[in-house]
């Protein structure tokens, strides 16, 4: 493959997975608003929920989310009882959060929607494209995010 094919095909790639990412973005922010809900808290509720036990600080950071912002959401769900804050047994400092039960029956109420919105949207893959594709994306994430934790620690300069 020529440099400047695949040049042209890099920046294809680049500008659909840009128009994906909206896409998708927007198709799960209306979900969320028509729940009542606004993305950037369900997308933390489940961010939490993937990563239980996290602190403020580590949620703050891993969300690049100013803890302002953070603490609003935060508090917020506490009120709707879907997490909860424990302060940590050896460091009162450090306060670790949680999802409750309520919380977890909310992400699965959710998340159903989501995948059966998803289902509809991918129906244009046959089964055999679907699982490919589903293979390559956990390449490339798994690529990416290793690259990603490289450079946030110094040992990758691009």
């Known amino acids: ?3 400047i094919e695949r040049e042209d095909l890099l920046q294809d790639f680049k500008t659909k ?3 994906l990412n909206s896409n998708f973005k927007f198709l799960c922010g209306h979900v969320a608003n028509n729940n009542g809900y606004s993305l950037n808290y369900l997308n933390l509720l489940y961010f939490i929920s993937e990563n239980e036990g996290m602190t403020l600080a580590g949620l703050a950071e891993s969300l ?4 302002g912002n953070l603490s609003r959401l935060l508090n917020e769900q506490i009120r709707e009882g879907f997490v909860e804050k424990k302060m940590d047994k050896e ?3 450090r306060i ?3 999802v409750t039960e309520v919380g ?3 992400i699965k109420e959710l998340n159903k929607i989501c995948i059966t919105n998803l289902d509809y949207l991918l129906k244009i893959l046959p089964d055999e494209e679907f ?3 589903i293979s390559t994306l956990t390449k490339l994430d ?3 995010g290793d690259r990603t934790k490289e450079i946030k620690e110094g040992e990758l300069q691009v």
């Open 91 to 93: 460091d009162n400092r």
């Open 142 to 144: 798994n690529h990416f």
């Open 64 to 67: 690049d989310m100013d803890k």
């Open 1 to 3: 493959m020529e440099n």
């Open 17 to 19: 997975l840009l128009r």
């Open 104 to 106: 977890r029956e909310k």
């Open 131 to 133: 699982t490919n594709f």
């Open 96 to 98: 670790h959060v949680f």
